[in-house]
């Protein structure tokens, strides 16, 4: 299609502009001035707002007290669990509520964040989760530059933002990669993650929910995609699998349909989605991602912290509050502009979770 064309150039333009935005950053703090509204979401800065998702008809209403249901759907309802209560006791009491047990060797998957002032979850804010999973912190290394595309730089950006002071920290990639097989994928044969994954039986996927130049947002899928892949990995993404050396020049839709293929390649690798939950953190919601070092300045408040043991309800849920916040407009933009809702109709469609949730709020 033509409109892709035009926004793979746009792409292009963009990920050369990222690779400062991604590296040693100076991404402008100008917001954008332009509103594409797509054709799945019409967002709303009220206290309701409504979420269409075309390809099943379905409508996520979110009412004034906070409790959310999607009608409609043919898909199975996913729990999501909620507070407001952004600390260390909230995040717990979060966890606890998905009743579920990690076995074996426990990773805990976040982003270390690029130097000097990215929005990353900090130590103190996740220390009693990792240590009380007896986890460790694992990561892979950026493809484009940056302070955290080599595995001795990376692990320093990891000691000066306190990570090791609280667990292990393991660069999954360090050693190259292993490949997981796509099963049922759009693009994707094959998805190359650091293959230190293999030492792992259980993830705790703990992400920043936030804005992101690329992908429009950034949550759970794209944490478990591009996050966990390889350098060799993410430039497959990037290209829906056409270059293991270079990502870029992708067409858009192609890239966020490739996050979904390699979501569903790593839920699946663990005991089909029964070794792996996922928790957003949904604080510092700037419109730029961790990767940007200097990200603009967060228009919305923060909202919460969500869990869940499904990416798509999860990362679907977030959205929607987002939808639903005063000062939304800015991230609202962003996440159109790129098209971002995609990935959650892909990943739905391939299997590798429901947008239909129920939000749970465990401060009730």
Same mark, same amino acid.
């Given at each position: 299609?033509?409109?892709?064309?035009?926004?793979? #150039?746009?792409?292009?333009?963009?990920?050369?502009?990222?690779?400062?935005?991604?590296?040693?950053?100076?991404?402008?703090?100008?917001?954008?001035?332009?509103?594409?509204?797509?054709?799945?979401?019409?967002?709303?800065?009220?206290?309701?707002?409504?979420?269409?998702?075309?390809?099943?008809?379905?409508? $996520?209403?979110?009412?004034?007290?906070?409790?959310?249901?999607?009608?409609?759907?043919?898909?199975?309802?996913?729990?999501?669990?909620?507070?407001?209560?952004?600390?260390?006791?909230?995040?717990?009491?979060?966890?606890?509520?998905?009743?579920?047990?990690?076995?074996?060797?426990?990773? $805990?998957?976040?982003?270390?964040?690029?130097?000097?002032?990215?929005?990353?979850?900090?130590?103190?804010?996740?220390?009693?989760?990792?240590?009380?999973?007896?986890?460790?912190?694992?990561?892979?290394?950026?493809?484009?530059?940056?302070?955290?595309?080599?595995?001795?730089?990376?692990?320093?950006?990891?000691?000066?933002?306190?990570?090791?002071?609280?667990?292990?920290?393991?660069?999954?990639?360090?050693?190259?990669?292993?490949?997981?097989? $796509?099963?049922?994928?759009?693009? #994707?044969?094959?998805?190359?993650?650091?293959?230190?994954?293999?030492?792992?039986?259980?993830?705790?996927?703990?992400?920043?929910?936030?804005?992101?130049?690329?992908?429009?947002?950034?949550?759970?899928?794209?944490?478990?995609?591009?996050?966990?892949?390889?350098?060799?990995?993410?430039?497959?993404?990037?290209?829906?699998?056409?270059?293991?050396?270079?990502?870029?020049?992708?067409?858009?839709?192609?890239? #966020?349909?490739?996050?979904?293929?390699?979501?569903?390649?790593?839920?699946?690798?663990?005991?089909?989605?029964?070794?792996?939950?996922?928790?957003? $953190?949904?604080?510092?919601?700037?419109?730029?991602?961790?990767?940007?070092?200097?990200?603009?300045?967060?228009?919305?408040?923060?909202?919460?912290?969500?869990?869940?043991?499904?990416?798509?309800?999860?990362?679907?849920?977030?959205?929607?509050?987002?939808?639903?916040?005063?000062?939304?407009?800015?991230?609202?933009?962003?996440?159109?502009?790129?098209?971002?809702?995609?990935?959650?109709?892909?990943?739905?469609?391939?299997?590798?979770?429901?947008?239909?949730?129920?939000?749970?709020?465990?401060?009730?």
């Amino acid at each position: 299609m033509k409109l892709n064309r035009v926004i793979g #150039l746009v792409l292009s333009l963009m990920m050369i502009f990222s690779l400062v935005a991604c590296g040693n950053s100076q991404t402008s703090n100008k917001k954008a001035d332009t509103e594409m509204k797509s054709s799945e979401t019409e967002g709303s800065e009220t206290e309701s707002s409504e979420v269409q998702n075309s390809e099943d008809s379905n409508t $996520v209403q979110t009412d004034a007290s906070g409790t959310e249901e999607v009608s409609q759907s043919p898909k199975e309802t996913s729990k999501v669990y909620m507070t407001t209560d952004i600390s260390p006791e909230g995040l717990m009491a979060v966890y606890k509520a998905l009743n579920w047990t990690p076995e074996g060797k426990v990773a $805990v998957k976040l982003s270390t964040g690029e130097p000097p002032a990215s929005n990353y979850l900090k130590p103190e804010l996740i220390k009693d989760l990792v240590q009380s999973v007896n986890g460790t912190i694992v990561e892979c290394n950026t493809a484009y530059g940056g302070s955290r595309g080599e595995t001795a730089m990376h692990m320093q950006v990891a000691k000066d933002h306190g990570f090791t002071d609280i667990a292990t920290v393991d660069i999954m990639d360090a050693d190259g990669s292993i490949s997981l097989p $796509v099963d049922g994928g759009t693009h #994707l044969k094959e998805d190359l993650v650091g293959s230190h994954f293999a030492n792992y039986d259980s993830f705790i996927v703990l992400s920043h929910f936030k804005g992101h130049q690329m992908a429009g947002f950034g949550g759970a899928i794209k944490n478990i995609s591009i996050g966990i892949g390889s350098k060799e990995g993410k430039c497959l993404i990037h290209t829906a699998g056409k270059s293991h050396t270079s990502p870029w020049g992708g067409d858009q839709d192609d890239f #966020l349909e490739s996050m979904a293929d390699a979501g569903k390649a790593v839920s699946d690798s663990l005991g089909n989605g029964k070794n792996i939950v996922y928790v957003n $953190v949904m604080n510092n919601i700037s419109i730029d991602c961790d990767c940007n070092g200097n990200p603009a300045k967060p228009d919305i408040h923060d909202i919460g912290i969500l869990a869940s043991t499904d990416p798509v309800a999860l990362d679907q849920a977030c959205i929607d509050l987002v939808y639903a916040a005063e000062g939304s407009k800015s991230l609202v933009n962003r996440i159109e502009q790129m098209n971002g809702l995609h990935t959650l109709e892909s990943a739905e469609k391939i299997g590798l979770g429901s947008r239909k949730y129920e939000l749970v709020n465990i401060d009730d």
